[in-house]
């Protein structure tokens, strides 16, 4: 095609189009919008980890003054439990229940109700008067009780095995003979780990303002990782056609996977409808942490085998991971990806999905993966160990490249996984000594990345400059990505793209924000525009000079003859042409919608360097190194930025977080002075290398970036905490008193 | 119970509300001055997304009543811009990618820009300790220390 592209701005470090309105405090996130008359809505929860609904009188509530609506279970459109009803990877089954209990309660903090009043203080009190009949059933919240035998069930209709049980999926990724693997190793190393559930943390609580007309048409603003999302599960929970519903994108501030399921949009929808009001819902801080998704906690064992050459012959893996209330606990993630990096014969990895008195899990950053990877690199180190081998050079003996035979299925194509790896032992951190009490771990990790569908429209404005529509929330900087993109191919100042995330009633299907797609997918249709909307600039700058189309070429932002055959003409500008456009045929755009294929997984490596204070066991990390194949950074700014809030929420994973419960099964922390998540001061500098090995199914080259970052951090950790102090640990969060407990070990030992 | 009458002074200017006793400024802000920049993140003073100044002092405005504004003055983000024209700490903080979701983006350059103040030559370390009550959960802090740092030596070499 006649396109000359210079790469003036991919790879530039230009300003978000968003920006001001964030740094000025203009940008309108969820709770930040109001309507005239607008009521508040407040959820009743479930004091209970697991308690039958006998009934729930409603009429006290409904009395008070200034209540305007009270919903409950029989307001939301029921998907029976014998029929699955798949909406992307959530089963509405589930997710009916999940936004309102039905006959049980299945967690403290389960909806049972939700009420809009005239202020915040009167829905509160109204939910107050709600009389709900409990029998008050038996719990289990850790992975070991609810997989005891005598356990209580969640869900009676599941049998595994034959019987009824809180087991409620499997899966199992099977490559070569495991016992004939095992058999050719010198050496097997087999651990089992525990990992606490974590909280995604968004800043930013749930929150949505909801009009219902009177014929029926919603318009929803709220924050989520997809507008469409939203559209199809509130219509599919309150039965509104999706054509009546304009789901309108929120600033969202956070998701990390978090907000990729609905909790109070169809709820609001249906105050909404019943009082003739807008209803405004916002979460407290306490309502996220007790009822919306962290991840999974986990319990596995990986055994290892391999010889003396340093050559893995076989490598197993069984990962129990805790779904939480309803089934779908991202047991893909951890029995796909954590042995996906290493070109092993013989594997198996098997995952549990378990089901237990806790809030439904919802996704977090490359969901899975880091649980899995946590217990592989840290076996791995182990195995280095005994075979007295560097640890990066055996994972380079190792290392999965082109050709590869993953064992979750595919063959890689070219990957940048061995970059990586060369590229953190040649950086200057990983040949700097460390200190006393110091130490250095490093892991590795993949993730699968995600395509899919996605949708954009690129406008010429009347006076030559660019609009572009596409339909993913940008949590992390992606419109400046798009900018970048479109201004490369038009050949023009990035500042005369303007970039616009649409709602749903204005731009095309697009899937969520998630799986690491966004500047993948939104690039791919973007570019497929903008290379429209050029052809039909040539094909009218063809029409002016009276040539063929093809003898036009476009090159700076304007149409030039291709070649001095083509005749002698000045350059037509995107501002002429867009000038002349009415007399031309019209206006000037174009766009397109793809289920975009070619998002191939991404690799990283990082290096961890911590300081273990022996006297109050506190591990602090004091220099960090996350090296990963990014494909092409379109906008290195914003790439780094994944890599390092990756990391960050690894250490805190690794280092503090965890969900503490109660003895009555209520969590204990559900704030951030408890929930401890890292804070300025617990951080270095976090430095990035991004590796450049182009997607060659992609027009920029770009591979998704946002999930791989989180994968390698636990392990990463937990083998630089074992170099600092000769310990290792196989629990996390390897926080202050259980580093001490565990320094404490050996002393006590000797000592009996 | 009677709602209050508060005078105050919110980015320079008298103004005048109605709030309940029990109200926060966070809530009179954003529910009856339409100033929604400031955020609510956790209502418990744990997160610094809500964070102001009063009569120069940096609090998080979540733990602060509403009526405890009269006589005296509030600076929030609103303010931060002078006539249009964005404080070298706004324009750092894109220049560096310095926010990513941008819910903390308020708080954060509230309370950097209130750190400046006191002490315009911060090392590192002061940095991350002054910005250790502003929670952000998506850059790792990284580009922020960084954006204040050089904000810092940039402001110092034009005051000279």
Same mark, same amino acid.
């Given at each position: 095609?006649?396109?000359?592209?210079?790469?003036?701005?991919?790879?530039?470090?230009?300003?978000?189009?968003?920006?001001?309105?964030?740094?000025?405090?203009?940008?309108?996130?969820?709770?930040?919008? +109001?309507?005239?008359?607008?009521?508040?809505?407040?959820?009743?929860?479930?004091?209970?980890?697991?308690?039958?609904?006998?009934?729930?009188?409603?009429?006290?509530? !409904?009395?008070?003054?200034?209540?305007?609506?009270?919903?409950?279970?029989?307001?939301?459109?029921?998907?029976?439990?014998?029929?699955?009803?798949?909406?992307?990877?959530?089963?509405?089954?589930?997710?009916?229940?999940?936004?309102?209990?039905?006959?049980?309660?299945?967690?403290?903090?389960?909806?049972?109700?939700?009420?809009?009043?005239?202020?915040?203080?009167?829905?509160?009190?109204?939910?107050?008067?709600?009389?709900?009949?409990?029998?008050?059933?038996?719990?289990?919240?850790?992975?070991?009780?609810?997989?005891?035998?005598?356990?209580?069930?969640?869900?009676?209709?599941?049998?595994?095995?034959?019987?009824?049980?809180?087991?409620?999926?499997?899966?199992?990724?099977?490559?070569?003979?495991?016992?004939?693997?095992?058999?050719?190793?010198?050496?097997?190393?087999?651990?089992?780990?525990?990992?606490?559930?974590?909280?995604?943390?968004?800043?930013?609580?749930?929150?949505?303002?909801?009009?219902?007309?009177?014929?029926?048409?919603?318009?929803?603003?709220?924050?989520?990782?997809?507008?469409?999302?939203?559209?199809?599960?509130?219509?599919?929970?309150?039965?509104?056609?999706?054509?009546?519903?304009?789901?309108?994108?929120?600033?969202?501030?956070?998701?990390?996977?978090?907000? =990729?399921?609905?909790?109070?949009?169809?709820?609001?929808?249906?105050?909404?409808?019943?009082?003739?009001?807008?209803?405004?819902?916002?979460?407290?801080?306490?309502?996220?942490?007790?009822?919306?998704?962290?991840?999974?906690?986990?319990?596995? +064992?990986?055994?290892?085998?391999?010889?003396?050459?340093?050559?893995?012959?076989?490598?197993?893996?069984?990962?129990?991971?805790?779904?939480?209330?309803?089934?779908?606990?991202?047991?893909?993630?951890?029995?796909?990806?954590?042995?996906?990096?290493?070109?092993?014969?013989?594997?198996?990895?098997?995952?549990?999905?378990?089901?237990?008195?806790?809030?439904?899990?919802?996704?977090?950053?490359?969901?899975?993966?880091?649980?899995?990877?946590?217990?592989?690199?840290?076996?791995?180190?182990?195995?280095?160990?005994?075979?007295?081998?560097?640890?990066?050079?055996?994972?380079?003996?190792?290392?999965?490249?082109?050709?590869?035979?993953?064992?979750?299925?595919?063959?890689?194509?070219?990957?940048?996984?061995?970059? =990586?790896?060369?590229?953190?032992?040649?950086?200057?951190?990983?040949?700097?000594?460390?200190?006393?009490?110091?130490?250095?771990?490093?892991?590795?990790?993949?993730?699968?990345?995600?395509?899919?569908?996605?949708?954009?429209?690129?406008?010429?404005?009347?006076?030559?400059?660019?609009?572009?529509?596409?339909?993913?929330?940008?949590?992390?900087?992606?419109?400046?990505?798009?900018?970048?993109?479109?201004?490369?191919?038009?050949?023009?100042?990035?500042?005369?793209?303007?970039?616009?995330?649409?709602?749903?009633?204005?731009?095309?299907?697009?899937?969520?924000?998630?799986?690491?797609?966004?500047?993948?997918?939104?690039?791919?249709?973007?570019?497929?525009?903008?290379?429209?909307?050029?052809?039909?600039?040539?094909?009218?700058?063809?029409?002016?000079?009276?040539?063929?189309?093809?003898?036009?070429?476009?090159?700076?932002?304007?149409?030039?003859?291709?070649?001095?055959?083509?005749?002698?003409?000045?350059?037509?500008?995107?501002?002429?042409?867009? !000038?002349?456009?009415?007399?031309?045929?019209?206006?000037?755009?174009?766009?397109?919608?793809?289920?975009?294929?070619?998002?191939?997984?991404?690799?990283?490596?990082?290096?961890?360097?911590?300081?273990?204070?022996?006297?109050?066991?506190?591990?602090?990390?004091?220099?960090?190194?996350?090296?990963?194949?990014?494909?092409?950074?379109?906008?290195?700014?914003?790439?780094?930025?994944?890599?390092?809030?990756?990391?960050?929420?690894?250490?805190?994973?690794?280092?503090?977080?965890?969900?503490?419960?109660?003895?009555?099964?209520?969590?204990?922390?559900?704030?951030?002075?408890?929930?401890?998540?890292?804070?300025?001061?617990?951080?270095?500098?976090?430095?990035?290398?991004?590796?450049?090995?182009?997607?060659?199914?992609?027009?920029?080259?770009?591979?998704?970036?946002?999930?791989?970052?989180?994968?390698?951090?636990?392990?990463?950790?937990?083998?630089?905490?074992?170099?600092?102090?000769?310990?290792?640990?196989?629990?996390?969060?390897?926080?202050?008193?259980?580093?001490?407990?565990?320094?404490?070990?050996?002393?006590?030992?000797?000592?009996? | 119970?009677?709602?209050?009458?508060?005078?105050?002074?919110?980015?320079?200017?008298?103004?005048?509300?109605?709030?309940?006793?029990?109200?926060?400024? *966070?809530?009179?802000?954003?529910?009856?001055?339409?100033?929604?920049?400031?955020?609510?993140?956790?209502?418990?003073?744990?997160?610094?997304?809500?964070?102001?100044? *009063?009569?120069?002092?940096? %609090?998080?405005?979540?733990?602060?009543?509403?009526?405890?504004?009269?006589?005296?003055?509030?600076?929030?983000?609103?303010?931060?811009?002078?006539?249009?024209?964005?404080?070298?700490?706004?324009?750092?903080?894109?220049?560096?990618?310095?926010?990513?979701?941008?819910?903390?983006?308020?708080?954060? *350059? %509230?309370?950097?820009?209130?750190?400046?103040?006191?002490?315009?030559?911060?090392?590192?370390?002061? %940095?991350?300790?002054?910005?250790?009550?502003?929670?952000?959960?998506?850059?790792?802090?990284?580009?922020?220390?960084?954006? %204040?740092?050089?904000?810092?030596?940039?402001?110092?070499?034009?005051?000279?």
């Amino acid at each position: 095609m006649n396109i000359v592209v210079n790469n003036k701005w991919i790879g530039q470090r230009t300003i978000r189009p968003d920006g001001v309105d964030k740094v000025t405090g203009r940008a309108a996130f969820a709770a930040d919008t +109001t309507m005239p008359g607008m009521i508040w809505g407040k959820v009743l929860r479930s004091p209970h980890p697991h308690a039958r609904i006998r009934s729930i009188d409603t009429s006290k509530a !409904e009395a008070l003054p200034g209540v305007k609506a009270v919903v409950t279970s029989r307001d939301v459109v029921d998907f029976p439990l014998d029929k699955s009803v798949m909406l992307g990877i959530q089963d509405m089954r589930w997710m009916c229940r999940n936004v309102m209990a039905r006959d049980k309660a299945l967690f403290p903090g389960h909806p049972v109700a939700a009420v809009a009043a005239t202020t915040e203080a009167i829905a509160a009190k109204a939910c107050e008067l709600i009389e709900v009949d409990y029998e008050v059933l038996p719990f289990s919240i850790e992975i070991e009780d609810a997989i005891k035998p005598d356990a209580p069930i969640l869900h009676e209709f599941n049998k595994f095995e034959g019987k009824p049980s809180n087991i409620v999926g499997t899966l199992e990724h099977k490559k070569g003979d495991i016992d004939e693997g095992f058999k050719q190793a010198d050496i097997i190393i087999e651990r089992s780990f525990t990992t606490r559930p974590v909280h995604q943390g968004y800043i930013e609580p749930h929150a949505c303002l909801i009009s219902v007309t009177a014929d029926g048409k919603a318009t929803i603003w709220s924050s989520s990782q997809g507008q469409f999302m939203v559209r199809a599960m509130t219509s599919m929970l309150t039965g509104i056609p999706q054509s009546d519903i304009r789901a309108i994108p929120a600033e969202i501030g956070g998701g990390f996977g978090g907000k =990729t399921i609905v909790y109070l949009e169809p709820l609001a929808t249906l105050l909404a409808k019943k009082s003739g009001r807008p209803v405004k819902m916002v979460m407290t801080r306490e309502e996220v942490m007790r009822a919306t998704g962290p991840t999974s906690g986990s319990k596995s +064992t990986v055994k290892i085998g391999a010889k003396k050459d340093g050559t893995i012959v076989a490598a197993q893996g069984t990962f129990y991971l805790q779904a939480g209330a309803f089934p779908g606990s991202p047991i893909r993630g951890a029995a796909g990806c954590s042995f996906a990096p290493y070109d092993i014969a013989n594997v198996l990895s098997v995952g549990y999905d378990v089901c237990s008195n806790r809030s439904k899990v919802a996704a977090y950053r490359a969901p899975g993966a880091p649980i899995g990877a946590y217990a592989v690199e840290c076996v791995l180190d182990e195995v280095a160990e005994s075979l007295n081998m560097e640890p990066l050079e055996f994972r380079l003996k190792n290392a999965a490249r082109q050709g590869t035979k993953a064992a979750h299925g595919p063959v890689f194509p070219r990957i940048g996984y061995i970059e =990586t790896l060369e590229a953190a032992k040649t950086s200057p951190h990983y040949s700097t000594p460390t200190g006393k009490l110091q130490g250095r771990g490093v892991a590795s990790g993949f993730w699968f990345n995600a395509g899919g569908e996605s949708s954009a429209q690129v406008n010429i404005t009347e006076d030559g400059n660019v609009v572009v529509t596409t339909g993913h929330p940008d949590i992390g900087g992606s419109r400046a990505g798009i900018a970048n993109v479109c201004a490369e191919l038009l050949g023009i100042d990035y500042r005369r793209v303007s970039v616009i995330i649409g709602d749903t009633q204005t731009v095309g299907f697009s899937n969520l924000t998630g799986g690491s797609r966004v500047l993948f997918a939104s690039s791919m249709v973007v570019t497929q525009a903008t290379e429209k909307v050029i052809n039909t600039l040539r094909e009218r700058a063809a029409k002016i000079w009276e040539i063929d189309p093809e003898a036009v070429k476009w090159e700076n932002g304007a149409a030039h003859p291709a070649s001095p055959n083509a005749g002698q003409f000045e350059p037509l500008t995107l501002e002429q042409l867009a !000038e002349k456009a009415p007399m031309q045929g019209g206006p000037i755009g174009a766009g397109v919608q793809l289920n975009t294929q070619g998002a191939d997984g991404g690799f990283g490596t990082h290096i961890c360097d911590v300081e273990v204070d022996i006297e109050l066991g506190i591990a602090r990390v004091i220099r960090y190194t996350a090296v990963q194949d990014v494909g092409r950074a379109v906008h290195p700014g914003y790439v780094e930025g994944q890599l390092q809030g990756g990391v960050a929420q690894g250490i805190g994973w690794a280092l503090n977080e965890e969900y503490i419960y109660r003895s009555d099964g209520k969590v204990d922390n559900p704030g951030f002075l408890d929930y401890r998540m890292p804070v300025c001061s617990d951080l270095p500098m976090l430095d990035t290398i991004l590796v450049e090995v182009p997607n060659p199914k992609h027009p920029q080259g770009v591979k998704g970036v946002g999930e791989v970052p989180l994968v390698p951090v636990m392990a990463a950790v937990a083998n630089a905490i074992y170099r600092a102090v000769g310990k290792r640990f196989y629990a996390l969060p390897m926080s202050p008193p259980k580093v001490l407990a565990g320094l404490d070990e050996p002393v006590q030992q000797a000592a009996e | 119970m009677a709602k209050l009458h508060v005078s105050t002074t919110v980015n320079g200017e008298p103004l005048e509300f109605l709030c309940e006793p029990f109200e926060t400024m *966070l809530d009179a802000l954003r529910n009856q001055l339409a100033l929604t920049g400031s955020k609510e993140g956790c209502a418990s003073g744990d997160c610094g997304a809500c964070s102001i100044t *009063l009569d120069d002092r940096l %609090v998080c405005s979540c733990l602060m009543l509403a009526a405890e504004a009269e006589g005296r003055e509030i600076r929030t983000i609103e303010g931060m811009a002078r006539g249009g024209r964005l404080h070298p700490l706004q324009e750092k903080f894109l220049e560096q990618a310095a926010l990513q979701c941008g819910i903390c983006t308020s708080g954060m *350059l %509230v309370a950097s820009e209130a750190l400046l103040r006191k002490n315009p030559d911060p090392s590192e370390e002061e %940095v991350r300790f002054w910005l250790a009550g502003n929670l952000c959960r998506c850059t790792g802090y990284d580009k922020i220390v960084r954006a %204040v740092l050089e904000t810092a030596t940039e402001m110092r070499e034009a005051a000279q």
